[in-house]
């Protein structure tokens, strides 16, 4: 079965630090690697996503890492706001299927 | 605004009925997802549709099932619903099957 595993479940992060969540996925298949950011409430908005011919991409404070041989991405929060605190999810598309990371929630404290 | 819109936004129902969800896509995708979100489950994904047609289908159960119409928008049904189906219903648009999600706000459903 396609997978997404996602770590940390948690994180907290003093405000100004840099906040750091990883992904692993098995399918090679995937060519398309997003991440979205979800507020109580509300549904997933895509933040800033990558494609596996590009090893990094920064958008503003939000920084992918891609590493296609390890078949690992990681999203990079630097500068951590207290509102960015919110749950991120990683996830992986092919062929029309969006396979989402279990979420981490984060919390950057004041 | 992601430009995804569903109704209802909260629907409480009792075990064994049945409800429809309905969502209409971001105006020029063609293609809509359902996703079930739970707290133990994360984001579930239950069927794609692209341009009317059944593309792909991930975790659904037999009691639930979904078209979308000639307008492009898209209903969820749910039947013999089950304590365990409470959860958040998203729906998401997308103009092509392998191009970025836009998800709507959900449809919290509570089954008493």
């Known amino acids: 079965q396609q997978q997404v595993k996602q770590s940390p479940q948690s994180l907290i992060v003093q405000k100004g630090g840099i906040s750091i969540i990883n992904c692993a996925y098995e399918?090679?298949?995937?060519?398309?690697f997003p991440w979205y950011q979800q507020f109580p409430g509300k549904g997933p908005a895509l933040l800033i996503a990558?494609?596996?011919?590009?090893s990094e991409k920064k958008e503003g404070r939000f920084t992918i890492s891609f590493n296609k041989s390890a078949k690992q991405f990681s999203l990079h929060i630097m500068d951590s706001q207290p509102g960015d605190s919110a749950t991120y999810f990683c996830?992986?598309?092919?062929?029309?299927?969006?396979?989402f990371g279990k979420g981490t929630k984060l919390s950057v404290k004041p | 605004d992601s430009g995804v819109t569903q109704t209802p936004k909260h629907l409480i129902t009792a075990t064994g009925q049945r409800v429809t969800l309905r969502c209409s896509p971001r105006?020029?995708?063609?293609?809509v997802y359902w996703y079930q979100q739970s707290l133990d489950q994360g984001l579930q994904f239950l069927i794609q549709?692209?341009?009317?047609?059944?593309?792909a289908k991930g975790n659904i159960l037999e009691r639930f099932s979904a078209q979308q119409f000639p307008d492009l928008h898209s209903e969820l049904n749910l039947s013999s619903l089950e304590l365990g189906d409470s959860a958040l219903y998203f729906c998401?648009?997308?103009?092509?099957?392998?191009?970025?999600?836009?998800f709507g706000n959900g449809t919290r459903l509570t089954v008493t």
């Open positions: 998401a648009s997308s103009p092509q099957p392998n191009s970025p999600l836009h």
């Open positions: 399918n090679t298949a995937f060519d398309y």
């Open positions: 990558i494609r596996p011919d590009v």
């Open positions: 996830a992986a598309l092919g062929q029309g299927n969006l396979i």
């Open positions: 105006s020029g995708d063609l293609s």
């Open positions: 549709y692209y341009n009317g047609e059944e593309r």
